[in-house]
């Protein structure tokens, strides 16, 4: 039997197990609620966005030279596969899940015998592919989410993303992130940004809605204008959007996971409490009978 | 017909004005543009400046915008803008403030992109204090 003075410090450092993790889902309950906030009130902002350019990119007269960020080069290669994980951990399995999803993804990829490139956002995510796919990580940004992603940091990757583009580093760029659907569920998303997917769900509903075809569209000053200034545009939104969704996503993760830990703690404290009691009350009882006897004796 | 149009201002980071119209202003790239219900569909930029709501005979909204798209349909104004801020909220000195700092930043920027920021930067300011007077 474990002696007494061993389970109280067991003991002791369960509990302060417990206040940490009760502290850290404190902190990941209020910043979800600030990140939820602001995620929701991206979410208009980069659907008109995406829902606008679906209108202009299905008005483009045929023959003409559509921009990389658009049509992206016409060919099917190389794909940039971007990964947006958490720099931090003990967020269950929010990581292991965007991994698992790109993992599957770029195993396909590579069996059809695609280039993969990869672009990996936090460093989790890094750490758990570089065991399989070392060699195709390209970079990884970390340090971002401090206190939480701001549009110049999705505007930055995006920046990235775009000069690669005209650079014709890759062919087709996706991005694999959790979409946020409430503090305890996560959405595995997979978007491709170029070539911009015609989303061609809104494009009908627009044509029901909006009689006529949308071609009938005036551009001031004319299309290569506008598209000029709003691809770039759109692919910074698309990204910011999934920083955010994913900044959400990993603190309603965190949330639950430390919830669940605290609990379990909880539970230990009980068993080992329970332990302590019942040993002690024995060495009493034993320390008795010794005296007893030894009365007895005399 | 409708008599009045749909009218959504979206910045990033809220939907910050949603009502319906009789009219609404948009400084275009091109020009000023009045959006009433029935327009024809057009796609346009937006310069910095300010976008007026009409309603019922008066001026509903002043709001000042720092650029971005247009999207008209028939029944729809939707603008799309990296900024936006009630004409009665900007604040003078704290406008002021952001020209003197972007012209130093145009003064000091060493690569074109720098001073490409600086200078949109500058005009947005100039487009705010413009908007104010």
């Known amino acids: 039997m474990a002696n007494l003075k061993d389970l109280r410090t067991r003991i002791n450092s369960v509990k302060s197990t417990q206040k940490i993790t009760a502290a850290m889902k404190m902190v990941a309950a209020s910043k979800l609620r600030r990140a939820q906030e602001q995620c929701e009130a991206a979410r208009p902002y980069a659907e008109r966005m995406e829902r606008m350019l679906s209108s202009l990119a299905a008005g483009i007269p045929e023959g003409w030279e559509a921009p990389k960020l658009l049509a992206g080069t016409g060919r099917d290669e190389v794909h940039l596969v971007v990964v947006a994980t958490s720099d931090r951990g003990l967020c269950g399995s929010f990581n292991t899940q965007i991994v698992r999803g790109a993992r599957g993804l770029i195993r396909d990829l590579r069996k059809d015998g695609k280039t993969v490139k990869i672009l990996c956002i936090g460093r989790k995510g890094r750490d758990q592919l570089k065991t399989e796919f070392g060699d195709l990580i390209i970079d990884t940004i970390e340090d971002l989410s401090r206190p939480r992603p701001s549009y110049d940091e999705g505007l930055g990757i995006a920046e990235r993303i775009a000069a690669m583009a005209g650079e014709e580093e890759f062919d087709v760029c996706t991005i694999v992130y959790n979409r946020f659907r409430s503090a305890i569920s996560q959405e595995l998303t997979v978007q491709q940004l170029i070539p911009f997917p015609v989303l061609e769900a809104v494009a009908e509903a627009g044509a029901e809605k909006e009689p006529g075809p949308s071609a009938i569209y005036e551009f001031e000053p004319d299309e290569e204008g506008i598209l000029n200034e709003l691809l770039p545009r759109n692919l910074a939104v698309q990204v910011f959007r999934a920083l955010l969704e994913s900044f959400a996503s990993e603190q309603g993760a965190r949330m639950a996971a430390m919830d669940s830990a605290t609990r379990n703690a909880g539970e230990m404290i009980d068993k080992l409490t329970l332990n302590y009691n019942r040993t002690r009350q024995a060495k009493i009882t034993t320390e008795m009978i010794e005296i007893v006897s030894g009365a007895e004796a005399l | ?133």
């Not at chain 2, 009433?36 to 005979?57: C, K, N, T």
């Not at chain 2, 000195?93 to 930043?105: N, S, T, V």
């Open chain 2, 1 to 133: 017909m409708p008599d009045k149009v749909e009218f959504e201002l979206v910045a990033p980071e809220a939907l910050v004005f949603s009502a319906a119209a009789d009219m609404v202003v948009v400084p275009g790239s091109e020009g000023d543009f009045g959006v009433l219900a029935g327009h024809a569909p057009l796609i346009s930029l937006v310069r910095p400046g300010i976008i007026d709501v009409h309603d019922e005979g008066t001026v509903k909204q002043r709001i000042f915008v720092a650029g971005g798209f247009a999207e008209v349909t028939e029944r729809r104004l939707t603008v799309l803008v990296e900024e936006a801020a009630p004409v009665d909220a900007l604040d003078r000195g704290a406008i002021e403030a952001r020209l003197e700092r972007a012209r130093k930043e145009a003064g000091a920027a060493e690569t074109e992109e720098e001073k490409a920021a600086a200078e949109k930067e500058i005009v947005l300011a100039q487009a705010m204090l413009g908007a104010i007077e």
